[in-house]
């Protein structure tokens, strides 16, 4: 079956612009969530969405934002973007929404913020 | 304030011999480990996963060892073999009411494996 899909895979953007980035999850899958991945600083979780409601939030400023769509697929922006916006920023699928249960991740967007 | 530490930024161990990598935690809420394989350009790939309730758990090459008095746990991959090469993440879960599945990953320690 196909895994979860991310676009774009890269993405180069000037400072003070606003980005949205994709993501499709594994079929069947209610939850999705989203990190940001930037060097020296591991991943850090953003948000959350099961069936269409964030259902738990990291701490970033409200620039960040997402919203899932009917059919699980989920879509992220980073609205005034920063320098340091510039990460790679990975989604992640699973099936009941517990990490448990098993929890795919995409290959990632890098957004680069000029 | 780094919840889930991985101090050893880096690894090098030769192929055919043991690597361990280490991980320590402070959050005495997580009650789920789990550890995360990722090559370049591609996403994090689960590994192997363990509830605080075991101190031990082994899948294949792959065991991971939780000390809760510690708040350490490791993951130890033998052989090790020249595609073991890759960045290791260790990662938490807290005990949620909900069914929420934020993780808390570390910083993570990239592993080479010579020849």
């Known amino acids: 079956k196909a895994g979860v899909t991310q676009t774009p895979r890269y993405l180069i953007k000037t400072r003070g612009q606003q980005v949205t980035l994709s993501c499709s999850p594994i079929?069947?899958?209610?939850?999705v969530s989203w990190y940001q991945q930037t060097p020296g600083q591991g991943l850090q979780f953003l948000f959350e969405?099961?069936?269409?409601?964030?259902?738990n939030k990291g701490n970033f400023p409200g620039r960040f934002s997402g919203r899932q769509f009917s059919n699980s697929r989920s879509e992220m922006n980073v609205s005034t973007l920063e320098l340091g916006d510039s990460a790679l920023y990975l989604c992640?699928?699973?099936?009941?929404?517990?990490?448990?249960?098993?929890?795919?991740f995409g290959s990632g967007t890098r957004l680069t913020v000029v | 304030d780094q919840q889930v530490k991985q101090n050893s930024p880096s690894l090098s161990v030769q192929e055919g011999r043991i690597s361990i990598l280490n991980c320590d935690y402070t959050?005495?809420?997580?009650?789920?480990f789990l550890w995360y394989k990722k090559y370049p350009a591609e996403g994090p790939t689960f590994l192997i996963s363990?509830?605080?309730?075991?101190d031990k758990n082994e899948d294949g090459r792959f065991t991971v060892f939780l000390n809760k008095s510690a708040k350490h746990l490791s993951l130890h991959i033998v052989p090790s073999q020249p595609g073991d090469s890759a960045v290791y993440f260790c990662?938490?879960?807290?005990?949620?009411?909900?069914?929420?599945?934020?993780?808390?990953f570390g910083t993570g320690t990239r592993l080479q494996v010579t020849l």
């Open positions: 992640a699928s699973s099936l009941g929404g517990h990490a448990n249960y098993g929890y795919t």
């Open positions: 959050n005495s809420m997580f009650d789920y």
């Open positions: 990662a938490a879960k807290e005990m949620d009411a909900g069914t929420a599945s934020k993780l808390t």
């Open positions: 969405y099961f069936s269409e409601t964030q259902r």
């Open positions: 079929s069947g899958h209610r939850s």
């Open positions: 363990i509830s605080s309730i075991k």
